[in-house]
Each structure stands twice: as structure tokens, then as C-alpha cells.
């Protein structure tokens, strides 16, 4: 007979691998504090900046954000996603979606490194070709 175990390598484990995640999760308490933190002051400066532009409304709709604008073009939706902690961001066609940066205290849009506040007075500058519209 021959011993299979000194002529190959053994089998590599073929074992399910579990997920593993490159950042580690918010409890819900602090994210639905965080967040709601986050969202507030996003519609206090979104109002503001409402009155000033005119060419955007805001509403709050049962915890989704929307930025209406006035032509009718389109709008901008952004809502807290407890389940996977994140903010999302629906506007200009693209989905957005932000992680908690513990380190900065904010939401951040990992692709560009953008900030809550940042991100949606680009967005909306963006939309509106208007360089002039400010958050904050």
C-alpha cells in the first residue's frame, strides 16, 4: 500500500469562511443618536440655506430628508439606514452611502473622504449650477 500523505500536500480546509468586515459596527443606540445628531443639523442648515436660495424646498417626511426643487426636475432623498448604519443619499441618479467616522465624529462618504454637510452643499451645487449655495 502506499502512503497518499508523503507523496501530496494535504488538502487545503474547504470550511465555510465567515464574513468579515473591514470596520467595525455601531451599536443601534449610538447610531440612531448619531445619526438623528447628524440629520438635525443637515435641516437646520438645509432651511437656511432654503430661505436664501429659493430654489430648493426641504421637507421631513416621517424620517426620510427631501430637497424638492423648484423646477421639478428631480429631488434629493437622504435617510438613516439602522440596519447597516449608514446615511443614505439618493440624488443626481447615484446612491450614497455614508459610514460613521469615529475618529472625525462624523458621516463620511468613503469613496471621496466628503462629509454629511459637505457632500449634499456639493451635490446641490452641483444640481443648481449655483457655486454660491452654503451649508453651515
Not at 423648484?70 to 446615511?87: A, C, L, Y
Not at 446612491?95 to 456639493?122: C, H, N, Q, Y
Amino acid at each position: 500500500m502506499i502512503n497518499v500523505s508523503a507523496i501530496a500536500p494535504p488538502l487545503p480546509s474547504i470550511a465555510p469562511s465567515r464574513p468579515r468586515y473591514t470596520r467595525p459596527m455601531l451599536d443601534e443606540a449610538t447610531f440612531r443618536r448619531e445619526s438623528d445628531r447628524a440629520l438635525e443639523a443637515l435641516k437646520q442648515a438645509l432651511i437656511a440655506a432654503e430661505d436664501a436660495s429659493g430654489s430648493f424646498e426641504f421637507e421631513d417626511n416621517n424620517g426620510a430628508s427631501n430637497i424638492l426643487f423648484e423646477d421639478g426636475s428631480s429631488k434629493f432623498v437622504i435617510t438613516p439606514n439602522t440596519p447597516v448604519r449608514q446615511i443614505w443619499i439618493s440624488a443626481l441618479s447615484t446612491s450614497f452611502k455614508l459610514d460613521w467616522d469615529e475618529a472625525a465624529g462624523v458621516f463620511v462618504f468613503p469613496k471621496t473622504g466628503e462629509a454629511l454637510m459637505p457632500l449634499i452643499e456639493r451635490l446641490l451645487r452641483e444640481h443648481l449650477g449655483d457655486p454660491s449655495i452654503t451649508l453651515g
